[in-house]
């Protein structure tokens, strides 16, 4: 079995997170990354992932391998990558998690705009929901539910002062875990035995890649996803979009897209497990900044 080295970055928020920039659009995040000489990419808006099914084919027309997420935020607010071989089943995940968000109304000029689009950057929809809002679950039970849906499950920034099980727990509590993502060297209490990767945690065109990882996954499963993905950016071309009239961009719309069927699922499921064997045997390099002097 051969085996090649990837550049990636799985934490990415678009237009649909409140807190990224309208600049965020699907293509946009791909087409920076392609820039930044990435090969996979993930999209991580939180608590939600309206934009998957355009971000898929907006990678695949730049040569990047997708893969598809959501940053969930625990009812103790600490941040959670839970990422998925295919847009069909974020989708599915992402309809659950809106259902444990809190009924507080999106207020844009309080939190800022987000929109979900099309492929070619038509808004579908704005969630009525405040998105960065905190889901009415704890931490452990959102790592239960992601990893029994099949999710890479991942403690973001787990050493930032912030919204990480170090600021708001203390500690990394047991779970079902596939690597930690850190802002740096993570001390050893963090990290629970599993790799630490980085991330950058774009919000902005500019940041996407900043803080890449590099991972060694099986060459054929990569290579054998690589293959169907250019099939499915031939079959999207020629498959018909839904109409007008067709709905709006909810969850429940978004899974009626026949298009959805097209994405080759058995190749991307291969391939994610492929990805977590690497992540779990730390065959990993992270871009770890120097962790800034402590204030005299």
Known sequence: MGSLRLRADLHIHSCLSPCADLAMSPGRIAASARVRGLDLLALTDHNASLNCPAFAIACVREGIVPLFGLELCSLEEVHLLSIFATPREALEFGAAMYALLPDLPWDPAAFG??????????????????????????????????????????????????????????????????????MWRPAPSLTGGLAAVSGSDAHYPEHVGRRPFSVTVDSGAFEALKGALAAYAEAFAAAQAPGEGAGGGDYADLLKDARLALYPEAEARRFLEALREGLRGREVEPTHPPRPAAAP
């Open 113 to 182: 705009d987000q929109v979900a689009v099309d492929e070619d950057e038509n808004v579908l929809a704005m969630p009525e929901r405040w998105l960065g809002a905190a889901l009415e679950a704890p931490f452990d039970d959102l790592a239960s539910r992601a990893r029994a849906a099949g999710a890479l499950v991942i403690p973001a920034h787990v050493d930032r002062g912030m919204f990480s099980v170090y600021s708001q727990l203390g500690f990394l509590p047991p779970g079902p875990y596939d690597a930690v993502e850190s």
